[in-house]
């Protein structure tokens, strides 16, 4: 789709040697064009054909087009010949097809890799159009700067969520929440606790009451015997609900409540540090990511964007200019214009 090099087996000086050239120089002017003259008409002009194929295949390049102006029959027999077509058949680098005008065919239309109704169609086969190119260039980066943009604005809002959280932005809030719980649950322990305490005295004066006022005596008359062992015992498991930690010192229970919140309130704190300890990293990683995806970012760092002055083309190789040529060498403050003065292939 991109070739490097293209060779042209055809007559040199010819019309169709002169549209190749044009067309191929339109389109894309990146791809070499190596030109291999052959007799594309007369009696020799078939083994003239087969040696200049031979020596498009040795030529280093990724595609050969084979191709002459429109003539008679008799003028593009050469292209019919068996040993030409077998050549184009055996070629190992691709072959296209370029033999007269749209309503000619010829044996090799049948067993190169592909047919171009004319020299001018070969061309337009061979190379595409550096314009569509750097259209579809300027889409893709318009798509992919929308995109970390997008990503930007998602993260940003995620952060600023995150960091809107209550407990992160005033984590007392949570410990005075829990606080405020303990004191009332110490309340109503409190209460409660004095309300049982109360009640159990009223059942312990209302039982003595009814203790004093037995008559003994009365009691005997009426066959029974007082067991005071029995009244006793009463009396001592009496003493010992008084004497329950709950009824004696509620406070108690209030204290381990709040040793609790006590550490409730640690581990909220512990949490929340480490909560925003990790969003903190994610976010510089995440930063760290973006900064290397910026073009600008990789201008900061010493690098350069290298363009063509008269189509505007990324140059990245020392194959995209020549002696003479103008440059544009945008750097992180500005453009610098140059002039290629040499070209030098690296190893």
């Known amino acids: 789709r991109f070739p490097k090099a293209i ?15 044009l067309i191929l120089g339109q389109r894309y002017r990146l791809a070499e064009i190596k030109l291999i003259p052959t007799v594309v008409q007369g009696d020799t002009a078939a083994g003239s054909i087969v040696n200049s194929l031979r020596a498009a295949n040795s030529a280093d390049v990724d595609l050969i087009i084979l191709g002459r102006g429109g003539g008679s029959l008799e003028d593009l027999w050469c292209f019919n010949e068996e040993a030409v077509a077998r050549e184009v058949f055996a070629s190992r680098v691709p072959v296209i097809s370029a033999v007269g005008h749209e309503t000619d065919c010829v044996l090799t239309d049948f067993v190169a890799d592909a047919r171009a109704a004319t020299p001018s169609h070969a061309a337009e086969l061979a190379v595409p159009d550096s314009e569509e190119l750097t259209g579809q260039i300027e889409t893709l980066r318009h798509r992919v700067l929308g995109g970390l943009r997008a990503a930007m ?17 005033r984590p007392e809030l949570l410990v005075d929440t829990k606080l405020q719980q303990l004191d009332d649950a110490q309340r109503t322990v ?28 009365a009691v005997l008359r009426r066959g029974y015997a007082i067991r005071s062992e029995y009244v006793a015992g009463l009396r001592e498991r009496l003493e010992d609900v008084m004497s329950h930690p709950l009824l004696q010192r509620p406070q108690l229970v209030a204290g381990a409540r709040r040793g609790r919140l006590d550490h409730v309130r640690q581990m909220v704190g512990l949490h ?3 909560f925003g300890k990790g969003e903190r990293v994610r976010l510089e990683r995440i930063n760290a990511r973006l900064e290397g995806l910026d073009p600008e970012a990789a201008l900061r760092r010493g690098y350069s964007i290298v363009r063509r002055v008269d189509d505007g083309s990324l140059v990245t190789s020392v194959g995209s200019v020549a002696r003479g040529d103008g440059l544009a060498i945008a750097v992180t403050d500005g453009e ?12």
């Open 190 to 217: 409190a209460v409660r606790a004095a309300e049982a305490g109360k009640m159990r005295r009223g059942r312990l004066e209302a039982a003595t009451t009814r203790l004093a006022g037995i008559d003994r005596r």
């Open 153 to 169: 604005q998602g993260l940003e809002l995620a952060l600023q969520q995150a960091m809107s959280y209550p407990a992160l932005q």
């Open 7 to 21: 060779a042209l087996v055809t007559s040199s000086g010819s019309a169709a040697a002169r549209d190749l050239m």
């Open 336 to 347: 610098i214009s140059a002039d290629v003065s040499d070209v030098e292939a690296g190893g």
């Open 272 to 274: 929340g540090r480490q």
